[in-house]
């Protein structure tokens, strides 16, 4: 027999009794029992819940049940049979148990009592072997699989966009460099400055903070395109909801206004919320229970409301006139922070909110230009306990427009020659947006921290695992 051949625990779980001896591999969460008898509780990662192992303790080596303790990995071999104990439904009475390796309990950190968020953050290597982070992880990929499904079945290509860039059109922060030159004695320019011409790519280089840009020209030639990769930002925010490195699901869409880009934004969070609820139910069973118990209601009802849209001008009002201090005031014109976004979104709708039509002065020069000379097409989806989850706009399609807002923002024009080439040539309407995979799995599992949703996440000061 093949060493991979072993039946998943998740389909132990729901397999008839049978005579037939089947195989499980995995690690013990728990094992108790005495002298006679030992309960060892197994799990694989293929579903939260465990199997329940059987072992007439006096029928195998002693030496071998000894060190099957929490967080050792066996293979058993043995019958499935209707459990008698509750809280399972069938079990395995062990014929062979193999050990593959061992876990000295005086020095395995994850034992049986309930460990912090906190304490697992500093063991993220292990931490996948958790309750809580076996089901974010299950979620986390069940929604990277439903994002590439939703695509594909509404005609979306996926584009692969470079994870290395050349400009800083975007704005969007701090950027991290990318140099082969040796920092401690860089060739320098005749003026005493670094010369990047002998750099690896003859120029500066950075990790990027959006597909945007290079997305845009794929929508602009195969009509609806999106990105699903990894973007960095330098920012020192350290914030439950800000990463160093976080992933990025960015549609652009050709012939679409900011209307259009709306129904496809609520559209799209909608379908995710659903795929969630109908494909991780035990785990968001657990999630709800252990630790946010209006997760699933939360969940349905984003699914079953309309999604408030008004303008900035609007969000303003609502807000000069809130009965609540913030920490910091509102005016027309200054942007908008965590604390307003979730008063209009948890205090006064109770339902997410887009808002659109923000000050030119605050957002990207890419964006549509309102008649008014003062705002822009942008939309921003704030979602209740995180805020904003979606940026995105109408985009600039007007060349002299985008020319003159380039430079009145003294961005180099030079280096975006290829970006306004789609401008040049065949230009036409089209819109897009980003919205951050870790806010929507902050959003999907009711987690509050998003060092939580990351399996291994980058923060300021820390890059470890
Ligand atoms: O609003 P942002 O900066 O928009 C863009 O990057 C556009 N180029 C997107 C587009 O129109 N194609 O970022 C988009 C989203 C935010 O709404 C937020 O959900 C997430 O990315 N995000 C972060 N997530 C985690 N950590 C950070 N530091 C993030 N910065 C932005
Ligand atoms: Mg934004």
Redesign the pocket.
């Known amino acids: 027999m093949s060493l991979k051949n072993r039946t998943r625990i998740k389909e132990a779980l729901i397999s008839p009794e049978s005579d037939k001896a089947i195989t499980v591999k995995g690690w013990v969460r728990t094992r108790r029992g005495n002298k006679k008898i030992a309960f060892i509780s197994l799990n694989d990662g293929s579903t939260i819940n465990n199997l329940q192992i059987v072992a007439d303790v006096p029928a195998f080596p002693e030496d071998l049940l000894r060190q099957v303790t929490t967080g050792a990995c066996i293979s058993v071999t043995g019958k499935l049979t209707s459990s008698v104990g509750s809280g399972q439904s069938v079990e395995i009475l062990a014929e062979t148990i193999e050990l593959y390796g061992a876990a000295d309990p005086n020095s395995y950190p994850l034992q049986k009592k309930g460990h912090s968020l906190e304490f697992l953050r500093e063991i993220a290597h292990l931490r996948p072997r958790t309750n809580t982070f076996g089901a974010i992880f299950r979620i986390r990929h069940a929604m990277s699989y439903a994002i590439h499904k939703y695509f594909n079945d509404n005609g979306f290509f996926y584009l692969h966009t470079p994870i290395i860039t050349g400009s800083d059109a ?1 704005g ?1 922060g701090e950027m991290f460099r990318v140099t082969t030159l040796d920092m401690l004695n860089p060739p320098k320019t005749a003026d005493g400055k670094i010369n990047f011409r002998e750099d690896f790519f003859g120029k500066e280089t950075n990790l990027t ?2 597909g ?1 840009l290079e ?1 845009e020209l794929g929508a602009l030639a195969l009509s609806e395109i999106y990105t699903f990769g990894p ?1 960095f ?1 330098a ?1 020192n ?1 350290n914030t439950p ?4 490195e ?1 992933w ?1 699901i ?1 549609p ?1 869409m050709a012939f679409y206004d900011i209307d259009d880009n709306m129904d496809l934004a609520e559209d799209f969070l909608k379908y995710l919320t659903t795929y969630a609820l109908e494909h991780c139910n035990d785990d968001l069973q657990f999630l709800n229970n252990m630790y946010d118990k209006e997760l699933l209601g939360r969940l349905s009802s984003v699914i079953n409301t309309d999604f408030e849209r008004i303008t900035y001008t609007r969000a303003i009002d609502i807000l000069s006139a809130a009965d609540v201090t913030f920490e910091f005031p509102t005016s027309w014109g200054s942007d908008l922070q965590s604390e307003h976004e979730r008063y209009l979104v948890e205090k006064h709708f109770q339902k997410p909110v887009i808002i659109t039509g923000y000050p030119k002065k605050i957002k ?1 020069f890419y964006m549509k230009q309102n008649d008014d000379g003062n705002t822009v097409r942008a939309m ?1 989806v704030l979602f209740p306990k995180i805020g ?6 109408q985009r600039e399609d007007d060349l002299q427009k985008l020319e003159s807002r380039i430079s009145e923002l003294g961005i180099p024009a030079d280096e975006l020659g290829w970006y306004l080439d789609t401008r040049r040539f065949g230009s036409a309407p089209h819109s ?5 995979f ?2 929507m799995m902050l959003f999907i599992t009711g987690m509050s921290n ?1 060092r939580d949703v990351m399996p291994f996440p980058r923060t300021p000061k820390n890059a470890e695992f």
């Open positions: 975007e969007a903070v959006s945007q997305g973007t930002r920012e925010s909801r800000h990463l160093a976080f990025m960015e652009e990207a921003d904003e989850i979606i940026g995105g706009s897009g947006f980003g919205l951050g870790e806010r998003i």
